[in-house]
T-cell receptor, first 116, second 113 residues
Framework: NAGVMQNPRHLVRRRGQEARLRCSPM?????VYWYRQLPEEGLKFMVYLQKENIIDESGMPKERFSAEFPKEGPSILRIQQVVRGDSAAYFC??????????????FGDGTRLSIL | DQQVKQNSPSLSVQEGRISILNCDYT??????FLWYKKYPAEGPTFLIS?????DKNEDGRFTVFLNKSAKHLSLHIVPSQPGDSAVYFC????????????FGQGTTLQVKP
């Protein structure tokens, strides 16, 4: 399966710990997007990255959240000092070009983050 | 500020009949509209899209209609099948050079055998 791979699928953290979510895009895709879905809601955009660059982080909370997409390896969404409100499903998507040209984004199966 | 809205949380139809899912938007600068289907514990799967310069796009059992003056689009599934039961999300992208998709809240479709 050459789809978008996210790991772990489930992650449990205690309040104050750090959460690291990983995403490997589809082969040949250099554009990565992170979304968050709270229960009973749609997906909310967080950040858009290309290799080694953050293109748009307008959906990222100002504190505790960061994202990277290094030259080698997966994209990482990092949440420091997690709080109960961070509990959600986090989805990563990738596309071969920027979605401004109508190319669909392809999604992974998400990481379900639970904060105790 | 909900720029993309799906006002029907759920829809139930009989197998073989038509399913019509609706979506409204507020930003006239959107370039593309996309529909995704999502099963529980899985990621959204792309179904079909339409450019803002078109009013219809068809792919097999799926047709999307766009009414720009009303800022409204709809997804028609005909004939509906039990395997179509899922949550359907409408999403919008643009204006150009922005990468993000803006999603509606989703509509849960149940197709009864």
């Amino acid at each position: 399966n050459a789809g978008v791979m996210q790991n772990p699928r489930h992650l449990v953290r205690r309040r104050g710990q750090e959460a690291r979510l990983r995403c490997s895009p589809m082969k040949g895709h250099s554009h990565v997007y992170w979304y968050r879905q709270l229960p009973e809601e749609g997906l909310k955009f967080m950040v858009y990255l290309q290799k080694e660059n953050i293109i748009d982080e307008s959906g990222m909370p100002k504190e505790r959240f960061s994202a990277e997409f290094p030259k080698e390896g997966p994209s990482i969404l990092r949440i420091q000092q997690v709080v109960r409100g961070d509990s959600a499903a986090y989805f990563c998507a990738s596309s071969p070009t920027g979605s401004g040209d109508g190319q669909p984004q392809h999604f992974g199966d998400g990481t379900r983050l639970s904060i105790l | 500020d909900q720029q993309v809205k799906q006002n029907s949380p759920s829809l139930s139809v009989q197998e073989g009949r038509i399913s019509i899912l609706n979506c409204d938007y507020t930003n006239s600068m959107f370039d593309y509209f996309l529909w995704y289907k999502k099963y529980p514990a899985e990621g959204p799967t792309f179904l079909i899209s339409i450019s803002s310069i078109k009013d219809k796009n068809e792919d097999g059992r799926f047709t999307v209609f766009l009414n720009k003056s009303a800022k409204h689009l709809s997804l028609h599934i005909v004939p509906s099948q039990p395997g179509d039961s899922a949550v359907y999300f409408c999403a919008a992208s643009g204006p150009s050079n922005t990468g993000k998709l803006i999603f509606g809240q989703g509509t849960t479709l149940q197709v009864k055998p």
